[in-house]
């Protein structure tokens, strides 16, 4: 099977990004969420992608009005998952949300759809039972800026047919993605094995009032080479999603209370990142990318 309509489950940050470049390769595709107020939000991310896309892949404006016009919203479960090829969940990252969100779709979806999980720390084999297919499900995990940091991670479980993971494969191809196949399930994949626990331990030391975002971030740039610090990454990924996933990791230990804390507090009073302009640093423009900020 060809995939060539795909539901994205979620219009958040990163659910946004997978239907726009999904889109932008030809794909018809649908967002899906919980309401109006939801969906809103969703099509005001997917606006302020255009710039996005105009300055690092130099789309035309015909590139983008076409784009648009292959994406469609709605907050009703049958046009969303009725008739499709593919559904990219790319909810919260919440058991219960997950678990009731697969037992919604799987009532309504054609047999011929493969249900896939953007999930950034749960593994297939958690919830393939929920979905009532559990041959033809997988994970395809993105990154944050998905237009640039082009890859896409693919992990089954045991039970997932190989037809699945090469038909996922050849979609991540035609997304103009890099596919990743992860060999066997592994929390976190490659990308997320190696960057959460970077970006803990860079909080961690916030946290504990050891050094300041800028110190940290000054540090890593310097001795490291790299062209951001941990702590702009983490609004480039967004508070609430490493929020998440730092409560599902470290939420029991007690060395993480105050950090969790700290991080919740930026989240209530609106701080989530590069998405609303202030987190760490201030959007546009933020220092770390300053001539001075290293000096």
């Given amino acids: 099977m060809r995939i060539q309509t795909v539901t994205v489950a979620g219009g958040g940050t990163l659910g946004s990004q997978i239907a ?5 390769a030809g794909k018809h595709v649908t967002i899906y969420d919980i309401n109006d107020e939801a969906l809103t939000a969703a099509k005001n991310r997917l606006q302020r992608l255009d710039a996005s896309y105009q300055g690092d892949m130099h789309a035309t404006q015909a590139d983008l009005d076409e784009t648009h ?3 469609q919203v709605t907050s009703d479960p049958n046009t969303a998952f009725g008739n499709v090829d593919l559904v990219i969940e790319a909810i919260p990252e919440v058991t219960t949300i997950k678990t009731d969100f697969y037992h919604l779709i799987s009532g309504i979806a054609d047999a011929r759809t493969i249900f896939a999980s953007n999930s950034s720390t749960f593994l297939p084999s958690q919830f393939a039972d929920q979905t009532d297919r ?7 995990h993105f ?4 237009w640039k940091h082009n890859t896409a991670e693919i992990m089954g479980h045991p039970g997932t047919d190989p037809k699945v993971i090469a038909t996922l494969t050849t979609f991540a191809h035609e997304i103009s993605m890099v596919p990743i196949v992860v060999q ?5 994949y490659v990308l997320n094995s190696l960057l959460t626990p970077f970006l803990e331990n860079a909080a961690y030391l916030w946290g504990e009032d050891i050094a300041t975002p800028q110190t940290v971030d000054k540090t890593w740039m310097i001795d490291g080479g790299a062209p951001m610090g941990p702590f702009a990454t983490i609004d480039l990924v967004g508070l609430r999603t490493f929020f998440n996933i730092t ?3 470290q939420g029991d230990n007690p060395a ?4 969790l804390a700290k991080v919740q507090q930026m989240i209530d009073d609106g701080n989530l990142g590069l998405e609303s302009g202030h987190g760490f640093y201030t959007y546009p423009d933020p220092a770390y990318q300053q001539t001075d900020f290293l000096a």
């Fill in 256 to 259: 993480f209370k105050k950090t």
């Fill in 247 to 249: 409560q599902e990791r």
């Fill in 20 to 24: 726009y470049q999904t889109a932008y």
């Fill in 143 to 146: 990154a944050n800026q998905i």
């Fill in 134 to 140: 559990p041959s033809q499900f997988a994970n395809l």
């Fill in 184 to 188: 066997k399930e592994q929390p976190g």
């Fill in 69 to 71: 016009a292959r994406i």
